[in-house]
Structure formats: structure tokens, C-alpha cells
């Protein structure tokens, strides 16, 4: 088997550049990572495929993506600012398609967040669609499936 | 300082500690009140335990709870409903495992015992050892006793109680009401949002008849919101109220014009559903059914709370399940029309995903400030939760039920002087 490294090391330094802006609240920049069309996705049925026929926990078009983050940043959300801080490791990073025009990666997420005290864990399988251009790569969907999406959550103020 | 009672000191007694306008804060924290609960208000009451159709064939089954104990909802080959035990008559392993699915039977994977979909055990293996031991028709999976309206599956470990159309009663006209918005189809449940917090149920019960604290905790969703929608959201100073329906169920009214949704049809298109219309257009619908889906398309607009586990909560069921007395988990259950146009249903899994459920722009608000008040009543040895809001404006309401202001706390009250009745059986004054 041949691996691309080189994709594989272009698409790990991108995904990690955008969890160092989730972790550190850099929302606006995190806008810019996005195609117009893409979709942010966090499934409350890990079998679905088709998403916008069925009820997720969220699906943000990109309208939806900046009034997530506007809610985030606007100091009116009281669980948003009692989200301290949120850490985040990826890794067994895997290029599942390097296509010309789009590159799908899949890779394991740990997202620890520390709130009143309390350490939650959200461990989750996550898939990108990437499309690749002159800039670096922008995304075109990215579908964060949690391992207990189908269980009891805490609720969320902070983005995947 | 030793004028406050030191609650240690004296015996708990959860009917005490509900008068007319507050109850103590040791109700929401105290492990031997919650252990009495579970037995006197969700092991004695008609408990919520789904819709219709989330068991929509032969075979279909879905998981939940009575308090604390799993029983399963499933439909068998005659189309009749089940409540059942969900705990093998051999050695009680749990016989259904998952949220829902559709079955031929259920297997204990234990030791095979195999049982139909109404509860009957019809197989085990190697039978012979029983021969003169146990007599199989003796040993059906528990069935509660179950009771439906208008596609509301309640059941009850009560065989005494009385009929489930009799304990709602007031609250039929609304569940009457809430059911419309499929929008001429049948309500159908599209999915649920799933999600616990540190607090005690009852903190979560009051919530659904709160109309107070919505222009604050949740002015980050409503900021979201376009200028109609934030308008339409403004109603502490409009006409709606808090009605109290009996048994402990209320509802509360926030926005009276959307209280029917099958009148009023010839409202203008409001901006946010425009696209919703031309969709709907676009597939060759009818102006009159464009317009019956969208006035139905947001929900209606009332709580309506059913005690104790249940609310039809504008366009959505809320049901809760007490796991201890400072953990709660809740499911915010999606719904739609059953054959309805696919743009309907899918506007309204939109709309339930930006305010409801963990990721929702109004949820997690409300999570925070229910675990405030959990952390809250832990401070000082004495305190006092006040459902004393709008006392000293009641009305009579056309129904000749007690009725106060849309803001006011006379839901809570509601549900409070039915939990106290509840709780008070059979103990000697
Ligand atoms: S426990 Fe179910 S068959 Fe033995
Ligand atoms: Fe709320």
C-alpha cells in the first residue's frame, strides 16, 4: 500500500491548525476556513447519510455557522461563558480520497472541556471533505460523529 | 442564628415542604425524598412513555423507563400496544437493548428464554429440566397497565388509578390543540435530542411552565432570531396566561394567535417561512395547503405540561426520566407530519436543532441555569424555592380553571399541589 505521505502531512497541519482556532475561540478565522456551501455537521444518528433528512444535533450552513459563533462570542450566552476552555487531540489521521478537487480525510478527535469543575470527555470519529485550492485547503463538510451522539449528552456551548 | 430550623434535626417529610407559593430547596437534593418519589409519584401515576409513531408496524419496538425501570413499548401481530417489563422472568437480564427497532420476538440473550412481542414466554431451551417446575403461561415479561389518547402512550404500575382519560382531563382540549401541527398529516416523530444535567427532575418541571425567564437566558437565541420571529418571541407584556387544568397539568400560553392552528389561515407568508412556501410551491402544492404547513410549520403556541414526565412543548415533546435526586436526563422529541411534504418535516428538524437539544442556541442556557439552581440549593442549612409569581393576579378562566398571568408561576404551583397530594397518600397527618 502507498501512502501520500505528503497529503497526509498537508491535511494533518491543516486540521490541526483548525482545532488550535476552536481551542483558542479564533471563531472568525474559523469562518474563513469554510467553502460557501459547507456544512458543519454533528449527527444524533450515527447511521444517517442523508443529513438534512434527518434531525441532527446540529447542521450549520454557513448562515448557521456565523450565528453559532455570534451566539458564542456575543457575552449573552450563560453556558457559553461558563465553558472555560476546551483541549482537543486528533490523530490516526487517514486520507480516504485525494481526489484533484476533493480530498476526504477521517480522524480521531478527543475534545476535553472543563466546566464548574468538571472534566467532560467527547471522544468522536471525524470526517472531512476538503477542497484543496491555491490558498490551502477550505471545507466543504465536516461531520463530527460522537461516540455517545446516541446516549445522554451534556449540553454544548463550544464548537466541535 | 438558631432561628433557622436545622433541617438534619428534623424528620423529612417532602409533603411538608410544599405550601401554596413555595417549596423547601431539600426536595431537589434529599436522596430518601427521591427514593419516595419514585415510588409514590412514577411507580403510582400515569407515566409518559411515547408516541404511536415511534411503533409504527407489527414488530416495532422502542426502549424507556418508568423511574427507574426500563420497561419496552411494542406493537404485536394484532397492531395492539405493550407496555412491558423489560427483565427475563429466568434470571432478569434486560430481554430489548437499543432505542428502537422492529423484532419478531424478544430473546433473552442469557439463557434464550424466548418471549412474543405482547410479553408471552413462548420458548426456552432444553425444557425438560422444568417438566413439573414452572408452567410457561405463568411467566409472561411484566405487562403495566397501558393506556393511548391521541397517539399519547401512558402507562402505569397503578392498577387502582384511574382511567388515563379521567387524569388528564383538563389538558385533552390542548393535547387536542397540540396535535394540529402536522399541518393536516398525522404528528409523526422525525428524532429525538438526548441530554442530562446535574439537577434534580422537579428543576426541569418547572421550567416547560416558565414564560419568565425566557426574555433573559435566552436573549442569545433570540438575538439569532430575524425582527417578526424576535417580535413574535416578546410576549411577557402580551395576552397570553398560565392556566391550571388539574391533576397537576397546566398549560401556558405564550402566543395566543397560535393557539389553533387550523384558523387564521390567510395570514400573509411570515419572511422566514417565504422560502419554506416556494419550496412548497415549487412541488405543486396548493395555495391552501402552502398556507395550512406553514402556519403549522412552527408549532403551536403553548406549554402544555402533563404531570409528572411530560410536556407538549410548542412544537416538540419534552419527556424527562429522574435518575437520582441531583441527575436528570431529558429527550427533546422532534415531530412532523406523518406523509407530509418533505420540505415541512424538514423545517421543522431546522427549527428544533437552532433552539432545542445539547447543541441548540436556547437549551444549553436553560441547562446552565438548572444546574445553577441545583448548585444553589446547596447554600445554607434552610431555604425556600418561591412559586409565589402572579398569587396576587388570578382570574377564572373560561373553563372555570385558576388562571394567571403568562409570566406567572401558576403552573408550577399546579404541578407542586399534585405532588404534595401524591406524596401525602397514605401517611397519617
Ligand atoms: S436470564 Fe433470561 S434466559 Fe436466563
Ligand atoms: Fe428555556
Redesign the pocket.
Known amino acids: 500500500m502507498k501512502l501520500h505521505t505528503q497529503l497526509l502531512n498537508d491535511v494533518t497541519a491543516f486540521i490541526w491548525h483548525e482545532a488550535d482556532l476552536l481551542d483558542h475561540k479564533c471563531y472568525q478565522a474559523w469562518l474563513d476556513l469554510w467553502t460557501d456551501n459547507g456544512l458543519y455537521i454533528v449527527p444524533a444518528d450515527l447511521d444517517a447519510t442523508d443529513y438534512e433528512s434527518t434531525l441532527n444535533l446540529a447542521l450549520d450552513d454557513s448562515a448557521m455557522r456565523r450565528m453559532r459563533v455570534a451566539r458564542l462570542e456575543s457575552g449573552e450566552s450563560v453556558s457559553a461563558k461558563a465553558t472555560m476552555n476546551t483541549l482537543r487531540m486528533l490523530s490516526r489521521v487517514r486520507v480516504l480520497e485525494a481526489g484533484d478537487d476533493l480530498v476526504v480525510v477521517r480522524c480521531a478527535q478527543t475534545l476535553n472541556e472543563m466546566r464548574h469543575g468538571a472534566l467532560v470527555t467527547y471522544p468522536a470519529d471525524v470526517e472531512y471533505h476538503l477542497r484543496p485550492g491555491e490558498q490551502g485547503f477550505r471545507i466543504e463538510r465536516k461531520v463530527v460523529k460522537l461516540l455517545h451522539a446516541d446516549s445522554f449528552l451534556r449540553t454544548v456551548s463550544f464548537i466541535f | 442564628m438558631s432561628e433557622l430550623i436545622k433541617l438534619e434535626n428534623i424528620s423529612l417529610r417532602a409533603a411538608d415542604m410544599v405550601e401554596e407559593g413555595r417549596v423547601h430547596k431539600a426536595l431537589y437534593s434529599d436522596p430518601e425524598i427521591f427514593e419516595e418519589e419514585l415510588d409514590k409519584v412514577f411507580n403510582n401515576s400515569w407515566v409518559f412513555i411515547g408516541h404511536e409513531s415511534e411503533v409504527p408496524d407489527v414488530g416495532s419496538f422502542k426502549t424507556a423507563f418508568v423511574g427507574r425501570q426500563p420497561v419496552i413499548l411494542s406493537r404485536d401481530r394484532k397492531k395492539n400496544l405493550h407496555v412491558l417489563l423489560n427483565r427475563c422472568r429466568h434470571r432478569g437480564a434486560t430481554v430489548c437493548e437499543g432505542r428502537k427497532g422492529k423484532t419478531k420476538s424478544f430473546s433473552c440473550p442469557y439463557h434464550g428464554w424466548g418471549y412474543a412481542l405482547d410479553g408471552e414466554l413462548r420458548s426456552l431451551p432444553k425444557p425438560e429440566e422444568y417438566d413439573g417446575v414452572i408452567d410457561k403461561s405463568e411467566l409472561p415479561l411484566q405487562r403495566l397497565r397501558s393506556e393511548t389518547y391521541a397517539g399519547l402512550v401512558f402507562a402505569t404500575f397503578n392498577d387502582a388509578i384511574e382511567p388515563l382519560e379521567d387524569f388528564l382531563g383538563g389538558a385533552k382540549k390542548w393535547i387536542n390543540l397540540f396535535m394540529k401541527q402536522g399541518g393536516g398529516y398525522p404528528l409523526k416523530v422525525l428524532g429525538e435530542h438526548r441530554f442530562s444535567f446535574p439537577g434534580n427532575w422537579k428543576i426541569q418541571l418547572e421550567?416547560t411552565t416558565?414564560a419568565y425567564?425566557?426574555p433573559i437566558?435566552?436573549k442569545s437565541f433570540i438575538s439569532s432570531l430575524d425582527e417578526q420571529a424576535a417580535d413574535i418571541f416578546d410576549f411577557l407584556d402580551g395576552e397570553g396566561f398560565v392556566e391550571d387544568l388539574g391533576n397537576g397539568h397546566s398549560v401556558m400560553v405564550m402566543i395566543p394567535e397560535l393557539t389553533d392552528l387550523e384558523e387564521n389561515l390567510d395570514e400573509p407568508i411570515p419572511d422566514r417561512f417565504q422560502a419554506l412556501a416556494d419550496e412548497l410551491a415549487a412541488e405543486g402544492r396548493s395555495d391552501d395547503e402552502i398556507r395550512r404547513l406553514v402556519r403549522a410549520v412552527h408549532g403551536t403556541g403553548f406549554n402544555l405540561n402533563l404531570f409528572p414526565n411530560v410536556s407538549c412543548s410548542m412544537a416538540f415533546f419534552r419527556v424527562m426520566r429522574p435518575v437520582s435526586a441531583s441527575e436528570t436526563e431529558i429527550q427533546h422529541v422532534a415531530l412532523g407530519g406523518e406523509g407530509a411534504p418533505a420540505p415541512f418535516n424538514r423545517k421543522r428538524m431546522r427549527l428544533h436543532e437552532h433552539f432545542q437539544g445539547p447543541m441548540g442556541f436556547?437549551?444549553p442556557?436553560?441547562g446552565e441555569?438548572w444546574e445553577r439552581v441545583q448548585k444553589g440549593s446547596m447554600a445554607g442549612p434552610d431555604g425556600w424555592i418561591l412559586v409565589n409569581r402572579g398569587l396576587n393576579n388570578l382570574h377564572r378562566s373560561p373553563d372555570g380553571n385558576v388562571a394567571g398571568a403568562v409570566c406567572s408561576e401558576t403552573g408550577m404551583r399546579a404541578a407542586y399541589r399534585q405532588y404534595k397530594a401524591v406524596m401525602a397518600a397514605g401517611e397519617e397527618k
Open positions: 421550567n416558565d425567564h425566557f437566558i435566552h436556547g437549551t442556557d436553560d441555569a
